[in-house]
């Protein structure tokens, strides 16, 4: 660990997916909040005025128990601790690949249930975990089933923690976003991602942000885009009827929306 032990008086988050186009708009909010930031990445250097980079590979179930217990020695308390860390890998099932099915399980679900195991000690009451779901924990993506399977998982634990950690007075919360204008993103469509993603147009990564670092401030809770994306996910996740008379639409105004979104992108350099 690069820096120094932080101040008793600030609020100390461990953030994952600190690099990445939601984490990095989280690290500038959580500043601007004046907490001190450690983040876990697998890229080195990555430290800044009031952030820690630890080397972490969340693949790597060694690598992410030395960084916890980097963490710990370093940082005993821990306020905040959010799972931001991501990885989604479209094939059909069929076509599947073991490295990518044990990736996207692991940093998508393993590590932050082995995330939160090792760090939990260092959290006290008024302590606030925070899981950075996705839409794709209530609608199943088709072409994305393992993704969809491990961010189904991560919402388990999500909800089953939060009921442990009621009594010690420590919040777990999740957000759902739809679509996020990231790189995730970008990658996700170059590899055939699902054109559900644009029923919407994507959201700015600050709103997501934005929405974390409430979550990070106030009592437990699940955090959707809008009432219409919770209540409709969740009547498709009772109803595999509507769900399935629903798609056709959905892949209308996905088609339309997809449209929309290449012609607003900026032109690819070609040189
Ligand atoms: N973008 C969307 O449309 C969208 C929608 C819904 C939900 N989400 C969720 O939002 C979260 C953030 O997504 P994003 O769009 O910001 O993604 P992103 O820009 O692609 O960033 C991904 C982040 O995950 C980290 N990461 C990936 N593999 C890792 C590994 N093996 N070890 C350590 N860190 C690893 C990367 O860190 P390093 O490269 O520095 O190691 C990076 O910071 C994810 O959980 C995603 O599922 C995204």
């Known amino acids: 660990m690069n820096g120094k032990t932080a101040p008793s008086t600030r609020r100390v988050a461990v953030v994952t997916g600190a690099t990445g186009g939601i984490g990095q708009a989280l690290v500038r909010h959580m500043i601007a909040r004046d907490y001190s930031v450690i983040l876990l990445s697998r890229q080195t250097g990555r430290d800044m005025p009031g952030v820690t980079a630890i080397t972490c590979d969340l693949t790597d179930t060694g690598s992410i128990h030395q960084a916890a217990s980097t963490i710990m020695k370093d940082a005993p308390r821990i306020d905040v601790l959010v799972h931001c860390a991501g990885v989604i890998s479209p094939q ?103 054109i559900y993603n644009f029923i919407d147009p994507p959201q700015d990564p600050d709103i997501t942000a934005k929405r974390i670092m409430q979550c990070c401030e106030r009592s437990s809770r699940e955090v959707f885009s809008s009432v219409f994306d919770k209540a409709f996910t969740h009547a498709c996740l009772f109803s595999m009827k509507l769900l399935n008379l629903s798609l056709p639409t959905m892949r209308f105004l996905g088609r339309r929306g997809y449209r929309a979104y290449r012609r607003r992108q900026p032109p690819q350099d070609m040189g």
């Open 92 to 194: 059909n099932v069929g076509q599947l690949d073991s490295t990518t099915i044990a990736r996207q399980i692991a940093v998508d679900l393993t590590a932050p249930v082995e995330l939160t195991n090792y760090l939990l000690p260092a959290m006290g009451r008024g302590g606030h975990i925070v899981f950075v779901n996705s839409m794709a924990a209530i609608f199943p993506l088709a072409g994305s089933s393992v993704y969809t399977a491990a961010k189904f998982g991560l919402r388990g634990f999500a909800r089953a923690l939060e009921q442990e950690l009621r009594p010690r007075r420590i919040q777990v919360s999740s957000i759902y976003p739809a679509s996020v204008n990231t790189p995730m993103l970008s990658r996700e469509m170059e590899s055939g991602g699902s």
